[in-house]
């Protein structure tokens, strides 16, 4: 009796095993807010959706990349940010003086970006700068040369976070 049991606790639990093992994470991406004095020329949701298909790309095995929070989700991770400086770029300046491993004339963007889990715990932080792409993207103008940046930076740091094995 007590092997008959163990053997049927042991298929119940080896069969929700993968269930458990394939849910993953949300990783709730949210529009960035700008300081206070900040100059912005870009439209912040279309940077988030820029941001979130980018984390997608990168991180989508590990998470479930959204903006909102889905209702049933076991474990959430809220990414909020805000944009503390920008640059405009000097596309003369990026010629003369060779934008490539030096960044001269580049748009930048100071970013303060911060990970908290649903009930509000902050698990991770940074503040980065990024830098326009070398190549030109196809939003540039409601998002700048910084979409592919902003969400490239955002996902190489959040692997820091060690959010998932």
């Given at each position: 009796?007590?092997?008959?049991?163990a053997?049927?606790?042991?298929?119940?639990?080896?069969g929700?095993?993968?269930?458990?093992?394939?849910?993953?994470?949300?990783?709730?991406?949210?529009?960035?807010t700008?300081?206070?004095?900040?100059?912005?020329?870009?439209d912040?949701?279309?940077l988030?959706?820029?941001?979130i298909?980018?984390?997608?790309?990168?991180?989508?095995?590990?998470?479930?990349?959204v903006?909102?929070?889905?209702?049933?989700?076991?474990?959430?991770?809220?990414?909020?940010?805000?944009?503390?400086?920008?640059h405009?770029g000097?596309?003369a300046?990026?010629?003369?003086?060779?934008?490539?491993a030096?960044?001269?004339?580049?748009?930048?963007?100071?970013?303060?970006?911060?990970?908290t889990?649903?009930?509000?715990?902050?698990?991770?932080?940074?503040?980065?700068?990024?830098?326009?792409a070398?190549?030109?993207n196809?939003?540039?103008?409601?998002?700048?040369?910084?979409?592919?940046?902003f969400?490239?930076?955002?996902?190489?740091?959040?692997?820091?976070a060690?959010?998932?094995?």
């Amino acid at each position: 009796m007590f092997k008959r049991m163990a053997l049927i606790i042991f298929v119940v639990t080896l069969g929700l095993m993968p269930v458990r093992a394939q849910e993953k994470p949300a990783l709730v991406v949210h529009a960035f807010t700008l300081a206070s004095d900040v100059k912005w020329p870009y439209d912040m949701k279309q940077l988030q959706t820029e941001a979130i298909a980018a984390l997608m790309g990168k991180d989508g095995t590990q998470f479930d990349v959204v903006p909102d929070a889905p209702p049933n989700q076991s474990r959430i991770y809220l990414l909020d940010g805000e944009v503390m400086e920008w640059h405009a770029g000097n596309r003369a300046e990026r010629l003369v003086l060779g934008g490539g491993a030096t960044g001269k004339g580049r748009e930048t963007a100071k970013i303060h970006y911060w990970l908290t889990d649903k009930e509000g715990k902050r698990l991770f932080e940074h503040t980065d700068t990024i830098r326009q792409a070398f190549l030109g993207n196809i939003h540039s103008k409601s998002v700048g040369q910084l979409a592919q940046s902003f969400g490239d930076k955002i996902a190489e740091r959040l692997k820091e976070a060690k959010l998932v094995p």
